[in-house]
């Protein structure tokens, strides 16, 4: 989601507000150079859809011209994983985990297996909500760690969501959705019976309980989201109130 799967990883570099001790000289140079790296690649894959569209004149099928991007650079989100697992960023590594494989499921096990739904609109609806998502979080998480986090990029981070999370929702539903008939059709990733391993697998059902599983888990997200505003805006907001 774009919050579960898709819209955002909210645990990544959130833990930097807390008052814990942050990563040593080298982790903190380190992370740096990769949130610096990630937030140039989603700015390439920006670029490559306004420059797509002002050629074309038309958004439709705006993903071939940032296809090897997106697979690059959402691939490469894999290291978050590791980062925590390592310690050197304070975030569960399950809730990580399971943020950042969903995405990489959606962008290879969905739509750069089943080629059928790369020119629906919903795939420009997610990479567009994902592509403002990451550029915003990789740059909060690259001033945080140089300790010059600008008031703009904290509101805009928590902010942003409340349209970003269901736009990159409804765009990974859709476009699961719309990949059923040709995942059915084909077989792909179904394994059936009999074969020697006495295993069957219905690649089929396993995306319609994709799907469903968007019900629990995405409020429980989008909502976490909207405390985690609360804590770190909400003062701000509450003193120019007062003003």
């Known amino acids: 989601m774009s919050a ?11 833990g930097a507000a807390k008052k814990k001790k942050g990563p040593g000289a080298l982790a903190t140079a380190y ?14 894959i920006a670029v490559g859809l306004v420059r797509a569209y002002l050629a074309r004149g038309s958004y439709h099928g705006l993903y071939y011209s940032i296809e090897k991007p997106l697979k690059f650079f959402q691939t490469g989100a894999l290291l978050e994983i590791l980062h925590c697992a ?4 304070p975030s569960s590594v399950v809730l990580t985990g399971f943020q950042v494989m969903s995405r990489v499921f959606l962008t290879w096990a969905v739509t750069h297996s089943v080629r059928e739904v790369q020119s629906e609109d ?3 609806l997610f990479v567009s909500a994902w592509t403002v998502t990451e550029i915003i979080r ?10 010059h986090l600008p008031y703009l990029i904290k509101w805009a981070r928590y902010t942003f969501f409340f349209a970003l999370y ?8 859709l476009t699961i959705y719309a990949a059923l008939p040709f ?16 295993f069957s697998f219905d690649y089929h059902a396993f995306l319609i ?16 989201m909207i405390r985690q505003r609360k804590k770190v805006l909400g003062h701000v907001e509450d003193y120019s109130k007062v003003e």
């Not at 269901?166 to 539903?173: F, N, W």
């Open 4 to 14: 579960a799967t898709g819209t955002s990883k909210t645990g990544h570099g959130d």
């Open 31 to 44: 992370l740096v150079i990769y949130n610096v790296v990630m937030t140039a690649g989603w700015l390439v």
């Open 86 to 89: 390592v310690g050197i960023v």
């Open 122 to 124: 919903s795939v420009l």
């Open 138 to 147: 990789y740059s909060f998480y690259t001033f945080s760690l140089l300790n």
């Open 166 to 173: 269901p736009m990159g929702v409804s765009g990974e539903l």
């Open 183 to 198: 995942v059915q059709k084909t077989g792909l990733y179904s394994v059936t019976l009999p074969n020697k391993y006495n």
């Open 209 to 224: 309980l994709v799907m469903v599983s968007y019900i629990p888990l995405f409020p429980q997200l989008y909502f976490h």
